[in-house]
């Protein structure tokens, strides 16, 4: 009988090893799509900035951040970055019932 349990525990100690290394495939894949995910946007919106000034294909990093500093800290682009957050947090928001019309089952138009 101790056997068995022998057998079962040591059976339960492989799955638990398996799981484990699932798990830590699974976050290395996770990670992997974060970071591809962040160099994609990086580049697109460095793609943005040099459309828009072609003139920052001559700069310095550093000139760079300095320019996108100098320009973001202005009260304007303050506004207009938190406008923007709040357009997206109230696109976001689920419609209530409150606001949806209730359904008529009766059509006007038959009469």
Do not use: C, H, W
Not at 5 to 34: G, N, P
Not at 65 to 77: H, N, P, Q, V
Not at 81 to 93: G, P, R, T
């Amino acid at each position: 009988m101790n056997n068995k349990k022998l057998a079962k525990i040591e059976s339960l100690d492989e799955q638990m090893q398996k799981i484990t290394m699932q798990r830590k495939q699974l976050v290395l894949e996770y990670k992997e799509q974060e970071s591809k995910a962040k160099m994609r946007r990086i580049t697109k919106r460095g793609a943005f900035i040099e459309s828009i000034l072609p003139e920052t294909v001559s700069l310095t990093d550093a000139q760079v951040k300095t320019l996108l500093e100098a320009l973001l800290i202005s009260g304007y682009a303050r506004s207009q970055l938190v406008k923007i957050a709040q357009d997206e947090n109230e696109a976001a928001k689920p419609v209530s019932a409150k606001t949806v019309p209730a359904a008529d089952d009766t059509d006007e138009d038959e009469e």
